[in-house]
């Protein structure tokens, strides 16, 4: 069982709309997953407008791949460069910690992590 940046067992992102390099609904990973997936995140309209500005326009529906393009309060397993990118520019959404791949803490400081979390009330 994948663990979170918190320790314990990695819990669902989100099963509606389904996310996770593997569409299972976790911010799971393997050596496979270039990008990196491995962040939960609650997105907001300011951060999915500044994706679409980087190219990777996460709104439009793309039916063909059964995409149902995402909107601000949906829950999403974000590629890990893409949230520090986000962040460089202060435009970073939040955090589930509880839903966030242990190797993340590998790249964001865990003090960071904590002040972007919805959920820091986990932390301990």
């Known amino acids: 069982m994948a663990k979170n940046v918190l320790g314990t067992n990695l819990e669902d992102c989100s099963c509606d709309p389904m ?17 990196m997936h491995t962040v939960c ?4 309209d300011k951060f ?3 994706s679409k500005s980087r190219g990777n326009d996460l709104s439009t529906p793309i039916p063909m ?16 460069p ?10 970073a959404p939040q955090l589930v910690l509880k839903a966030t791949h ?8 865990m003090d960071i992590m904590k002040a972007y979390a919805i ?6």
Do not use: Q
């Open 19 to 35: 996310t996770g390099f593997f569409r299972d609904g976790k911010c799971n990973t393997c050596g496979d997953d270039a990008g």
């Open 41 to 44: 995140v609650v997105l907001t």
């Open 48 to 50: 999915l407008a500044f």
């Open 65 to 80: 791949y059964d995409f149902p393009g995402l909107k601000a309060g949906d829950h999403w397993c974000l590629c890990l």
């Open 82 to 91: 893409r949230w520090l990118e986000a962040l460089e520019h202060e435009m």
């Open 102 to 109: 242990m190797s993340a803490i590998e790249h964001i400081d």
């Open 119 to 124: 959920d820091a009330d986990a932390v301990g």
